[in-house]
Nanobody, 119 residues
Framework: QVQVVESGGGLVQPGGSLRLSCEAS????????MGWHRQAPGKQREFVAM????????????VKGRFSISRDDAKNTMSLQMVYLQMNSLKPEDTAVYYC????????WGQGAQVTVSS
């Protein structure tokens, strides 16, 4: 089993920045991918960003150039354990609950972190 916990989020004005953190615990060996999806009110959950154990990344077109994803290399391990989503130039349409996931044979999800972009 893998447990996933997000932190960060909150209220920010348009054009501002926020950083989300996500840590996987439990049986972390063989976690192949970590990343985020988000769900805005009244909309379906959508993919936001991901990073693989080999450091390949991918982003939703709507956040490319504004969001970045990174891992905690300070832990000096080949396995994915801690990842960060840096969100810059935030827009009101980025408002959503952001869910971190870890993929280890199946998907494990965090509890969600609210991000609200509003003036």
């Amino acid at each position: 089993q893998v447990q996933v916990v997000e932190s960060g989020g909150g209220l920010v004005q348009p054009g501002g920045s926020l950083r989300l953190s996500c840590e996987a615990s439990g049986d972390r060996s063989s976690i192949a991918v970590m990343g985020w999806h988000r769900q805005a009110p009244g909309k379906q959950r959508e993919f936001v960003a991901m990073i693989t154990r080999g450091n390949n990344t991918d982003f939703n077109e709507s956040v490319k150039g504004r969001f970045s994803i990174s891992r905690d290399d300070a832990k000096n391990t080949m396995s994915l354990q801690m990842v960060y989503l840096q969100m810059n130039s935030l827009k009101p349409e980025d408002t959503a609950v952001y869910y971190c996931f870890a993929q280890r044979f199946k998907m494990y999800w965090g509890q969600g972190a609210q991000v609200t972009v509003s003036s």
